[in-house]
């Protein structure tokens, strides 16, 4: 063997070496992660997946189906005996306001739709220890908090129209007569509940799911007060009242939206005459609902601040 085979084998025995202590270079999306984008379409996925999975959806689908079927039933009644006896514009008024009922109690089965799928998302998995899994990988938490109201947003896009709008539907298959501005009701609908959703989300990354759940229904609870006596003081013409209900509008818009539907929504007579317990003679303003809008958003970008800063 002579010298020049000798260095080659003592140069390769070096490389070799060298090679093993090296660190292991990572993968470049393993190192960094995937891109935000990405993760909140994935984490999206996941949490309707798991709403999915969990039969959130379903129940609440069939509660909802059953719920239109007897509204059904009780409009495909009510026009066969009523249907040919009074005059069309009372027949119209009388339709409308049947639904405008059953929108409202569809209105409260979104908003607490809105609330018990999401009260537990983060409090829940913060509890249990499950969010670690996920957390503690290369993605940032704000990423899983805009996934996860991005998948539950879906989830409600989908609810809302069965409930609300197939109370709309029903009225029109058993009667043939199309409630006006339904369009106009539904968004209102839909953002009552997504406020609620980024409320309820909010809470969450600061309190547990049964304070959480407290919270976003006392608020609910506060507003839907609020607005009765803004009403009642303003037939009585106490300002106080009036100026208490605005505040109340202020800490919470849910109910500011409901009112604005309902006004957009009920019988010119109805409006008009006052006696009934879902007509207002006044109503929030197109500016209350710009408000709700931001409030909403506000409150997103807040909950992922504050998970984004929480000590998990």
């Known amino acids: 063997m002579n010298q020049d085979t000798i260095e080659i084998r003592a140069d390769s025995i070096q490389t070799e070496t060298a090679s093993r202590d090296a660190p292991i270079a990572e993968p470049h999306s393993l190192a960094h992660g995937p891109g935000a984008l990405r993760t909140i379409l994935l984490v999206a996925r996941v949490t309707f997946l798991e709403a999915a999975r969990r039969k959130i959806l379903w129940i609440a689908a069939l509660v909802g189906i059953a719920f239109l079927?007897?509204?059904?039933?009780?409009?495909?009644?009510?026009?066969?005996?009523?249907?040919h006896r009074i005059p069309l514009i009372q027949l119209h008024e009388n339709l409308t306001m049947m639904t405008l009922m059953v929108m409202y109690a569809g209105s409260m089965m979104t908003s607490l739709m809105a609330v018990l799928i999401s009260c537990d998302t983060l409090s829940g998995e913060v509890s249990f220890g499950t969010i670690h899994a996920i957390a503690t990988k290369p993605v940032q938490r704000w990423c899983l908090v805009f996934g996860k109201w991005i998948g539950f947003l879906v989830m409600l896009s989908l609810y809302v129209p069965l409930i609300a709008g197939g109370a709309i539907a029903d009225c029109w298959l058993a009667s043939g007569y199309l409630p006006p501005h339904g369009f106009t009701v539904l968004s209102l609908v839909w953002l009552q509940a997504v406020v609620l959703l980024s409320v309820t989300m909010l809470a969450g990354t600061r309190f547990s799911t049964l304070s959480n759940g407290a919270i976003s229904l006392g608020l609910f609870g506060l507003a839907f007060v609020g607005g009765w006596?803004?009403?009642?003081?303003?037939?009585?013409?106490?300002?106080?009242?009036v100026n208490l209900g605005i505040l109340s509008s202020l800490i919470m818009p849910s109910d500011s939206l409901w009112r604005r539907a309902a006004f957009k929504f009920q019988p010119p007579l109805v409006a008009a005459s006052g006696v009934s317990p879902f007509s207002f003679s006044i109503a929030p303003s197109n500016a209350m609902v710009v408000y709700a809008i931001v409030y909403a958003l506000l409150a997103i970008l807040l909950a992922q601040v504050f998970f984004a800063r929480r000590d998990l």
Not at 69 to 83: P, R, W
Not at 229 to 235: D, N, T
Request: with cysteine.
């Open 69 to 83: 079927a007897l509204f059904y039933t009780a409009l495909h009644y009510s026009m066969l005996v009523n249907g």
């Open 229 to 241: 006596i803004e009403q009642i003081g303003y037939f009585q013409h106490v300002k106080a009242c």
